[in-house]
């Protein structure tokens, strides 16, 4: 069931299989977090206590780590791909070595699924229908430890090439930054010669930790940034547009309108991740907000059951129906009572700077992906 909607049947896991990372990223919730000065992982026995009956998606991202990071990320992986739930990872690519990255593209590859007898997500109903690993590189050589600080790129582009060599198929995310926006065509160009699969941009939403990180010193300005994209659906906008102040509006629950549900890597369940973020470093003074009425029970997948939480929470349906009309918990009012133009532009396309746009070929790779 869906949790605080209707009854409808949970589809999208999201997990965080870890909070241990190779990077300091300045604006993410992990970085200088009490909570990370013990590293937890999940393991291969927490994940088969999940009832995959109903799901279609799982997505290993988080919060506080990189999933790969995670010591049995490949056992864990290969158990999700022989269920044939589209599996969808996150990383900043840039640990392990090309040996693993390699062994890890097979387990991705459609091919080798198929002759392993195994079935594949697009036997399954729905739009997610293929497993990929996005990489989430924010620059080239020069520019990609500005935020991915402590990566190497030159490593994270050989761990890329294996996956793909490997038969995986690899998404390619990029963070605009003024200090980057330079980039996005020739970073698009060498996601293409590598063989990504695609290439998006995105902004970020962290407004709060941009000011203190900028104070700290890091050079994160995404002001001023002039190149202009145009979206999947043809719209040409600049990228400052992004910045533009939000505008309030009633919360409207994505976990539940995306049938999701979180689980944390200390094995709590949480209807969506920015619960699960704001529940561990207790911003927002959540713990106030949310316990003892919301989580008066046991949501750990380790000592209860995946029926018995979804169950829990979806009685507090009408509390938080209450909750949300009148914007009482601040993390749902800041993840889903805003008006926010879309975070993420898919398979763009660059204007010129004079505002003509580029040649008929780019457009096609623009707008139906990079492989067709
Ligand atoms: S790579 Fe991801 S988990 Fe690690 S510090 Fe950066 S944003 Fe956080
Ligand atoms: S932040 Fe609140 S409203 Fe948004 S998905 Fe999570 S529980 Fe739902």
Redesign the pocket.
Known sequence: MSI?YDDDVIKKLHIELTNACNSKCPLCVRTNSPAVEKIKHLTLDDIKKINFENLHHILLCGNFGDPILCPEIYEICDYIIQKGICLHIKTNGGMRDKKFWYDFGKLFSKKNIKERGLPYPDERVGKWNYHKVTFDIDGLEDTNHIYRIGTDFKKIKENAQSFIDGGGLAGWEWLVFKHNQHQIMEARDLAIRMGFYNFSIKKTRSRGRMKKAIKEGHDLNIKNITEKVIDIRGNMYNLDRWIRDDEEIP?K????DRKQIFISCEGDMF??C??GGAYTNDEFNIKKSMVPSLINFDNNIRTNTWDNIIKKYSSKKDEMKTN?ENRC?E??NE??GKKRTSSVTSLIHLYKRDGKPRNKQRRKFALYGLTQ
């Open positions: 605080f919360v629950c994505k976990g539940s209807p969506c920015w619960w949300f918990i993390e749902c993840a889903c």
